[in-house]
């Protein structure tokens, strides 16, 4: 059963595993008080990836988690090609303050999960893991990102937390940053998920590199970026 929050939950994400606590503010969604500089130009003037196929809703979102997200007033990113075997069966925003985000919980019917998180500010990246792939997600340029998955690298980390990962690095656009991430991250978050396992690390690949924008253009001037 799909779950769509129409008012904002009164939550704040927290990390990986615990990461938060461990790591300070590195995940919360209070935004960076000096935000690094967004990019030049929307994410609408980037070249998408093909939509997907008539008559199926973008990112398997009801019209209702649509407009959910498309009243946040930012530019809205979930992925453009998702099989019909996931679910959209959580949405969740955080709007208090100056903190605005956003993550998309998706589930397949045989127990795999993967969800899409939205944080403005600039947010910190996670350790490295000991595993990479590189991602060339049109959306965002095409290069420079990579999916992370497996136990951290660091030994001190992987004492702390060791159980494996999967998460993106945060995507950055004008109105904040995108990422992917996997099953340890969401059952930290969401106990009646805690029997969700990673997607393959390539389907990962797949689902960032399909990014796309709900919306077909930025929403209000607090979209637009100086030259």
Same mark, same amino acid.
Not at 75 to 86: K, L, M
Not at 121 to 143: H, R
């Given at each position: 059963?799909?779950?769509?929050? &129409? =008012?904002?939950?009164?939550?704040?994400?927290?990390?990986?595993?615990?990461?938060?606590?461990?790591?300070?503010?590195?995940?919360?969604?209070? @935004?960076?008080?000096?935000?690094?500089?967004?990019?030049?130009?929307?994410?609408?003037?980037?070249? +998408?990836?093909? *939509?997907?196929?008539?008559?199926?809703? !973008?990112?398997?979102?009801? *019209?209702?988690? #649509?407009?959910?997200? %498309?009243?946040?007033?930012?530019?809205?990113?979930?992925?453009?090609?998702?099989?019909?075997?996931?679910?959209?069966?959580?949405?969740?925003?955080?709007?208090?303050? &100056?903190?605005?985000? /956003?993550?998309?919980?998706?589930?397949?019917?045989?127990? &795999?999960?993967? +969800?899409?998180?939205?944080?403005?500010?600039?947010?910190?990246? $996670?350790?490295?893991? &000991?595993? +990479?792939? +590189?991602?060339?997600?049109? !959306?965002?340029?095409?290069?420079? /990102?990579?999916?992370? /998955?497996?136990?951290?690298?660091?030994?001190?980390?992987?004492?702390?937390?060791?159980?494996?990962?999967?998460?993106?690095?945060?995507?950055?656009?004008?109105?904040?940053?995108?990422?992917?991430?996997?099953?340890? /991250?969401? =059952?930290? $978050?969401?106990?009646?998920?805690?029997?969700?396992?990673?997607?393959?690390?390539?389907?990962?690949?797949?689902?960032?590199?399909?990014? %796309?924008?709900? #919306? #077909?253009? @930025?929403?209000?001037?607090?979209?637009?970026? #100086?030259?």
């Amino acid at each position: 059963m799909v779950r769509c929050r &129409q =008012k904002p939950c009164s939550f704040r994400f927290v990390g990986l595993i615990g990461l938060t606590v461990a790591m300070a503010a590195c995940y919360s969604w209070r @935004p960076n008080p000096e935000p690094s500089p967004p990019p030049s130009r929307p994410l609408s003037d980037s070249i +998408a990836p093909p *939509p997907p196929p008539a008559g199926s809703f !973008l990112g398997q979102l009801s *019209p209702e988690q #649509t407009n959910q997200l %498309t009243s946040l007033g930012i530019e809205v990113v979930v992925p453009g090609v998702v099989s019909p075997d996931f679910k959209a069966v959580d949405l969740r925003v955080d709007h208090r303050d &100056q903190a605005l985000g /956003y993550m998309v919980v998706y589930r397949h019917r045989q127990g &795999q999960c993967f +969800a899409v998180e939205f944080a403005n500010g600039d947010p910190t990246p $996670l350790p490295p893991t &000991q595993s +990479a792939l +590189a991602i060339q997600p049109p !959306l965002f340029g095409g290069q420079g /990102y990579f999916l992370h /998955y497996g136990k951290f690298k660091e030994t001190k980390m992987q004492t702390r937390f060791p159980g494996s990962n999967l998460y993106s690095d945060w995507l950055s656009g004008p109105s904040g940053a995108y990422r992917l991430v996997g099953a340890a /991250y969401i =059952k930290e $978050l969401f106990p009646a998920l805690d029997s969700c396992q990673d997607v393959d690390p390539r389907q990962a690949v797949k689902l960032v590199e399909s990014f %796309t924008l709900v #919306t #077909t253009a @930025p929403m209000g001037d607090d979209l637009k970026s #100086t030259p």
